[in-house]
Nanobody
Framework: QVQLVESGGGLVEAGGSMRLSCAASGRTFSRLAMGWFRQAPGKEREFVAA????????RYADSVKGRFTISRDNAKNTVYLQMNSLKREDTAVYYCAAPPLGVAGLPSRLYEYSYWGQGTQVTVSS
């Protein structure tokens, strides 16, 4: 069982930066790939980024590539999402997620993830 708690959301001006954190409980964190998703009002939840268990592999949605960076610290059981050059269309609730143990690669689909945080709101103003 993995429990995830996001933090770091808030209000930021367009062009600004923000870093989200996701603290995980459980002894299996360092063996799990991790992902970030987001959901804007009236839209479906969408993939943002994923990172391998070691941190050596990453994957991004085209909409955030070059602006967002996912990273992790296995000693702290924490995964991060550094967001730069934020745009209004980045406004959403951001969710941290973990797949079940044994899922390989860098999953990007909702159904590949079993554990979800409660989400943190990110609002980008113009």
């Amino acid at each position: 069982q993995v429990q995830l708690v996001e933090s770091g959301g808030g209000l930021v001006e367009a062009g600004g930066s923000m870093r989200l954190s996701c603290a995980a409980s459980g002894r299996t964190f360092s063996r799990l790939a991790m992902g970030w998703f987001r959901q804007a009002p009236g839209k479906e939840r969408e993939f943002v980024a994923a990172i391998s268990w070691s941190g050596g592999g990453t994957r991004y949605a085209d909409s955030v590539k070059g602006r967002f960076t996912i990273s992790r610290d296995n000693a702290k059981n924490t995964v991060y999402l550094q967001m730069n050059s934020l745009k209004r269309e980045d406004t959403a609730v951001y969710y941290c997620a973990a797949p079940p143990l044994g899922v390989a690669g860098l999953p990007s689909r909702l159904y590949e993830y079993s554990y979800w945080g409660q989400g943190t709101q990110v609002t980008v103003s113009s």
